[in-house]
């Protein structure tokens, strides 16, 4: 090559190396990233309660592990346990409506009659704890009539909460804390979140006598404990 034409090939060369480099910053700064993997979140919920005893023992071990749950109340359980409402309400933990009386012939008599139900649970636990539940639990699943009442329940600002997994407290009978431990498990693998059925009325002592093992379980397994 003719030395006369060195100096321009030696910029059009510096010049192709800088517009490479900027490119490849800019590449660098627009790619995308790849997210982390979605976390792990378990709920733990309780209906049928307030009880003396077992509820009283849940709430302690959920103080001690310092977790929070959804506590789904029939009212008509309430009186002479006020403080023990009150309580989970202090302690962070939400109320949630389930029924006044657990009765189903009486809760799905009729769409009137289910909301009278509805209305009549949440007024105690607002007269009672001092908070307004948003969070609703159909007894027994909520019948063939499922659809027409949630739509009725989210027109007045409920959410509705299934459940996926279960500790086995109605399903098994007599069954153990161990068994009630294994059922979690086995019942939760694969579900993301985990929102795991539990009961806290006065027959399931055996619920709170599983749940730290429960709550180890799962945290051990990496997950979060979360509330509604």
Avoid at 194 to 202: C, F
Wanted: glycine content about 8%.
């Amino acid at each position: 090559m003719h030395k006369k034409y060195l100096p321009l090939t030696l910029v059009l060369v510096a010049l192709l190396a800088l517009l490479a480099a900027t490119g490849y910053r800019a590449m660098t700064r627009t790619a995308p990233t790849i997210g982390l993997a979605a976390e792990k979140q378990i709920y733990l919920t309780f209906d049928d309660g307030p009880s003396t005893v077992v509820t009283g023992q849940i709430l302690d071990t959920l103080k001690a592990e310092n977790v929070k749950a959804t506590f789904f109340i029939v009212s008509d359980r309430v009186k002479g346990r006020e403080d023990t409402l009150r309580r989970a309400a202090r302690e962070g933990h939400t109320l949630g409506v389930h029924s006044a009386n657990h009765v189903y012939t009486q809760i799905y008599a009729s769409e009137e009659a289910f909301l009278h139900d509805v209305e009549e649970c949440a007024s105690v636990i607002e007269r009672v704890a001092g908070v307004k539940p948003n969070v609703y639990r159909f007894p027994g699943g909520g019948g063939q009539n499922r659809g027409a009442y949630a739509d009725l329940l989210k027109q007045r600002g409920y959410r509705v909460v299934a459940w996926n997994a279960v500790c086995g407290d109605e399903e098994i009978p007599r069954a153990s804390a161990e068994t009630l431990l294994r059922e979690s498990v086995d019942t939760a693998r694969g579900k993301q979140p985990v929102v795991l059925l539990m009961h806290d009325s006065a027959a399931h002592r055996e619920t709170a006598a599983a749940l730290p093992e429960i709550i180890a379980y799962f945290k051990g397994q990496g997950y979060v404990f979360c509330k509604y």
